[in-house]
């Protein structure tokens, strides 16, 4: 079974940093992607980046420049770091991996974190 643990949240200023990092655990044969989503108290889970395991990221608008994905593929693990935050970046952020298993292809979700910016 395929498990992915977050860890890094807190609560930090605004123009604070912090670095979540999570890792994908169990039986893989696989990583096709990872990535990092957000979802703020009543809005929609929304992507905040993704990143291959050949390296190729992506990102949502409102954090290009400020945060930084990485993966590293040797420890099954993807990282965020969030720079510049702001108020508006508060949300429970979820960590999203794309793999394969035994069980085959699939998506998988961490039990997220909470981010907490102050003004």
């Known amino acids: 079974q395929v498990q992915l643990v977050e860890f890094g949240g807190g609560l930090v200023q605004a123009g604070g940093s912090l670095r979540l990092s999570c890792t994908a655990s169990g039986s893989i044969f696989r990583i096709n992607t990872m990535g990092w989503y957000r979802q703020a108290p009543g809005k929609q889970r929304e992507l905040v980046g993704s990143i291959t395991s050949g390296g190729s990221t992506n990102y949502a608008d409102s954090v290009k420049g400020r945060f930084t994905i990485s993966i590293d593929n040797t420890q099954n693990t993807v990282y965020l770091q969030m720079n510049s935050l702001k108020p508006e970046d508060t949300a429970v952020y979820y960590c999203?991996?794309?793999?394969?298993?035994?069980?085959?292809?699939?998506?998988?979700w961490g039990q997220g974190t909470q981010v907490t910016v102050s003004s």
């Open positions: 999203n991996a794309n793999l394969v298993s035994p069980m085959g292809r699939g998506v998988h």
